[in-house]
C-alpha cells in the first residue's frame, strides 16, 4: 500500500496517527500541495478530487476520505482496536467523531480556510475555486469556541471522546485542536480542565509526532 500525503496538511495526519497507532509499515508518498503538484496529471490519474489523504492499495484501487481510509486499515488490522471490537462500540465511536468532525474539526478549517491570506481563491479543497467569506471564519471561530466548552463537559465524565478507551474520536479532536492552535492561535480556555487533561495525555502519545 501507498499512503499520498503532505506533511503540512492536517487531514492526512489523523491517517498518519491512525497508521502509526496500528504500528503498520505503509508507504509515504508527499504530494506538495504548496507546489500544487495535487493539481497535476499524475495525481488526478489517483484522485481526481485533488486533495490528500489517498491510500493506493496493492491492486491499484484508491481510497480517499478519512473515516474510510482508517476503517479499511481497521478490518485488515484490527489491534488495538481504534474504531471499536464490537458492534455498539462502532457505533459509539463512528458518531464521537463525526460529532467532533463536524462541531470541531470543521468548524477549524471553515475559520482558517476564509481568513488566510495564502488560501485566496482557495476556500474549498478541490479543483473548483472558492473565493473566501470573511463571515464564515468569524463563524468558525465562535463555533470552535463551543466546541471546545462542549468537549470539555464530556470529558468530565468520562476519560476519552468515546468512551473508556482511546479511539479515532480522540484523533481527529486532537488534530482539530493543534489546528486551532497553530492556524487560529486559539486554545482552550483554562478553566476547562477536563479538557486540558485529555490533551495533556493524548497529545504525549508517540503518535502525535506522526
Not at 467523531?97 to 478549517?109: A, C, H, K, N, T
Not at 495564502?118 to 479543483?127: D, I, M, P, R, Y
Request: glycine share 4%; net charge neutral; proline share 5%.
Amino acid at each position: 500500500m501507498k499512503l499520498y500525503d503532505y506533511s503540512g496538511a492536517s487531514n492526512p495526519r489523523r491517517v498518519r496517527i491512525f497508521i502509526v497507532e496500528k504500528n503498520i509499515d505503509i508507504e509515504n508518498i508527499q504530494v506538495d500541495l504548496a507546489a500544487k503538484q495535487q493539481f497535476s496529471e499524475e495525481y488526478r490519474k489517483i484522485n481526481p478530487y485533488c486533495v490528500v489523504p489517498t491510500l493506493l492499495l496493492d491492486d491499484g484501487t484508491a481510497l480517499g476520505e478519512v473515516p474510510v481510509i482508517c476503517r479499511y486499515l481497521e478490518e485488515i488490522y484490527p489491534d488495538p482496536p481504534l474504531i471499536g471490537r464490537t458492534a455498539e462500540e462502532r457505533a459509539i465511536v463512528g458518531m464521537w467523531e463525526r460529532r467532533i468532525e463536524l462541531d470541531g474539526y470543521f468548524s477549524v478549517v471553515d475559520a482558517t480556510r476564509n481568513s488566510n491570506s495564502n488560501l485566496k481563491g482557495h476556500a474549498l479543497t478541490g479543483v473548483d475555486s472558492y473565493q473566501q467569506i470573511p463571515e464564515l471564519a468569524e463563524r468558525g471561530k465562535k463555533r470552535t469556541i463551543r466546541f471546545f466548552e462542549d468537549f470539555d463537559s464530556r470529558l468530565q465524565k468520562q476519560a476519552y471522546a468515546a468512551g473508556a478507551f482511546f479511539s479515532m474520536a480522540d484523533i481527529t479532536a486532537v488534530v482539530a485542536l493543534d489546528l486551532a492552535k497553530k492556524r487560529l492561535d486559539m486554545e482552550p480556555d483554562s478553566k476547562l480542565k477536563a479538557l486540558h487533561r485529555w490533551y495533556s495525555e493524548v497529545s504525549s502519545r508517540p503518535s502525535m509526532k506522526a
